[in-house]
């Protein structure tokens, strides 16, 4: 399985970014998709995930209404709209892929994970 990750830029705070997530290898079928994001000089924290059957949706509660994950289970493709960014949100922004669990916030759960795409915020 490999994973690619794009859509990070530069953006003023207050705007918006979609990231994209393409999944590629085997047969695709996992349990969640899931977006993560590492600040420099911090751990890598949760953002949100998705289940891939089922559609069903998980955000963290710092982030709920700002940003939503959504997937695409033709294309294998998961995406991250991002509205109303702050200098906060600024960030190396990664896709990862579990198949073993439904909506975990572990990053430890994940067995696939992208490169990485930076998001930065600008004032």
């Known amino acids: 399985v490999q994973l690619q990750a794009y859509g990070g830029g530069l953006v003023q705070a207050g705007g918006s970014l979609r990231l994209s997530c393409a999944a590629s290898?085997?047969?695709?079928?996992?349990?969640?998709m899931g977006w993560f994001r590492q600040a420099p000089g911090k751990e890598r924290e949760f953002v949100a995930a998705i289940s891939w059957s089922g559609g069903i949706t998980l955000h963290a509660d710092s982030l709920k209404g700002r940003f939503t994950i959504s997937r695409d289970v033709a294309m294998n493709m998961v995406y991250l709209q991002m509205n109303g960014l702050r200098l906060e949100d600024t960030a190396v922004y990664y896709c990862?892929?579990?198949?073993?669990?439904?909506?975990?916030?572990?990053?430890?759960?994940?067995?696939?994970w992208g490169q990485g795409t930076l998001v930065t915020v600008s004032s």
């Open positions: 990862a892929a579990d198949f073993s669990r439904i909506l975990s916030r572990d990053r430890r759960t994940y067995d696939y």
């Open positions: 290898g085997r047969t695709f079928n996992p349990s969640s």
